[in-house]
């Protein structure tokens, strides 16, 4: 791994040989449809057998166990931890202890949001709250998120709302220099998974709705993902400013909770937003 001191990929070679062992160990030949015959010294399967269900050369594999110091692709990882029923962590873990970034986590185009996670977003209310995927899809926002930034029940995805809509995109003043900004980090996150089709699917999108969006994308700049402060210009209440923190969800790494609290001065004006009759009846 890059900047990894020869004492870490050690230490690091050393858990990937234990944790092999161990996922070997804890697996029978019935468990993976073998059949053997006689009496088995080694407990759970051996090594040229989990090569044999990876379809992976015995002599590799064992240097993979032993912890040698090899080359490693992902599709071949992904034949092993196959082979030894590996569950989403231990698959991960896996990639990690191999020196490569681990895969998404699967099921990341799943919309559903648990009940306790919308709980959670409703209940930063009168303050703004987003729970988005990793493609900027927008999954739940509270009350004070549609009033407060102008999204209405037709706004999917962030980025769609920032060049497509109209009351959201005024609201960012000014928005040609923020606008380059929020490309550039959409890009980073997409640059984290190459050849995704979401994120192809969104920037496809956006490209044929905005010929702005589509002249950003070509620049291919790439900027830090999120910001510390978020600042709007509400049509009614004037210059609001939001100290941001993004949360990621511990058992759905693919959830990101951001969480939008009002500077001072910020906090009373927000107030009023959400007491006028529009905001009430929204």
């Known amino acids: 791994m890059p900047g990894e001191s020869p004492a870490a990929a050690t230490l690091r070679r050393e858990q990937l040989r234990d944790f092999l062992r161990t996922r070997r160990a804890r697996l029978t030949p019935d468990d993976v449809g073998l059949v053997t015959a006689g009496r088995r010294r080694t407990p759970g399967l051996r090594r040229e057998e989990v090569?044999?269900?990876a379809g992976v050369g015995v002599s590799w594999y064992t240097w993979l166990e032993q912890g040698r110091d090899i080359k490693v692709s992902a599709e071949v990882l992904d034949a092993v931890g196959r082979a030894l029923r590996l569950d989403e962590p231990e698959r991960a873990h896996l990639y990690v202890l191999a020196g490569l970034n681990p895969p998404a986590a699967g099921g990341t185009r799943d919309a559903e949001v648990s009940p306790e996670l919308r709980q959670l977003v409703d209940a930063w209310a009168p303050r703004p709250a987003i729970l988005r995927d990793p493609y900027w899809n927008l999954l739940a926002i509270n009350?004070?998120?549609?009033?407060?930034?102008?999204?209405?029940?037709?706004?999917?995805?962030?980025?769609v709302s920032f060049f497509t809509n109209a009351r959201y995109r005024g609201m960012h003043d000014p928005w040609a220099s923020t606008a380059p900004l929020i490309v550039a980090a959409f890009r980073?996150?997409?640059a984290r998974a190459p050849g995704d089709p979401e994120f192809s699917r969104v920037v496809d999108e956006l490209t044929a709705a905005s010929p702005e969006f589509a002249e950003l994308w070509a620049r291919h700049d790439v900027g830090v993902p999120?910001?510390?402060v978020k600042a709007v210009r509400h049509p009614e209440a004037g210059d609001l400013y939001f100290d941001t923190t993004t949360l990621i969800v511990a058992d759905r790494p693919d959830r990101y909770l951001e969480l939008y609290n009002p500077r001072p001065g910020t906090a009373r004006r927000v107030a009023q937003i959400l007491q006028s009759p529009v905001a009430t009846s929204a």
């Open 143 to 159: 009350d004070a998120t549609r009033s407060v930034f102008g999204y209405g029940d037709t706004d999917r995805n962030c980025l």
């Open 226 to 228: 999120g910001q510390s």
């Open 51 to 53: 090569a044999m269900l």
């Open 188 to 190: 980073a996150d997409a």
